[in-house]
Each structure stands twice: as C-alpha cells, then as structure tokens.
C-alpha cells in the first residue's frame, strides 16, 4: 500500500534516521526499490518494525558508493546493520526537467551511499 506520493508527504510524515536498509533492487530497468527496517516504530510503542520500500520512478541515474576497506574485509567481520543504517536522506535538488536529485547517507557522513535522480519517489508499506 502506497503511504506516500512525493518527497514532502515522505519527509513530512517520516524520519529514516536509524532505520536500516535492507534490500535494494531494480523492479525494471528504470525503477529502484529500497526497502528499509523502519527504525522509530518501535520507539512509537509500537510492538515491531514495519517495513517500508521507497521506490524511485523513472531513475535517470544512479550512483552507489561503497568504501574499498568495507569489501576487503571478511563477510564475518562486516556488521550490515551498521553499515547500512541511514543517517539522512535528503531531496538536493530538483532541476527545471522534473528531475530530483536525492541522497541517502549510511556509514559515511561526508559521502552518500546513494545518489539518485529519478522523477518520482513513493514510500509504500509492505
């Protein structure tokens, strides 16, 4: 079910801060999906997590940054949920196209684990 249409009704009505991101794939080849652990549910009293996926339409770009010291080290020593726990994600910029230029940041706070620009972004729950 679709909760919300656009980056303000997102941003309004949600704090990804310590959620956890926890799949990431194309649904085609223009549309990303990220599905998050959402974090503040349970700080809601809430008894757990509900699951939510952004969706980025028509994607025009996408960049994924990783540090090179994450990869050398062995898949036992990684902690995924520290590494992919968002620390923000933010609407930069939107160009006269219709295109917004989103990012979200995890482990690094001067560099964004990911740089989107799509048309559309939707946060349904799943």
């Known amino acids: 079910m679709i909760i919300a249409n656009n980056y303000r ?11 956890i991101i926890t799949d990431m ?6 549309d990303l999906c990220i599905t998050i652990d959402y ?8 008894e757990k997590n509900r699951t939510l996926v952004l969706h980025f339409k028509d994607c025009l770009a996408v960049k994924y940054k990783t ?3 994450i990869l050398e080290m062995s898949r036992d020593d990684l902690h ?7 620390i923000r994600f933010e609407n930069v910029e939107v160009n006269s196209s219709g295109f917004g230029h989103f ?3 995890t482990f690094d706070y001067k560099e964004p684990l990911l740089k989107i620009i799509c048309k559309q972004v939707q946060l349904e729950e799943v």
């Not at 794939?25 to 223009?30: A, F, G, I, R, T």
């Not at 995924?80 to 968002?86: G, K, N, V």
């Open 80 to 86: 995924f949920d520290s590494l992919f726990t968002i």
């Open 9 to 19: 009704e997102i941003k309004d009505h949600f704090d990804f801060t310590d959620s």
């Open 103 to 105: 990012h979200i940041y």
């Open 25 to 30: 794939k194309w649904n085609n080849p223009l």
């Open 39 to 46: 974090y503040w549910d349970t700080q809601e009293n809430r």
């Open 67 to 69: 540090k090179q010291a």
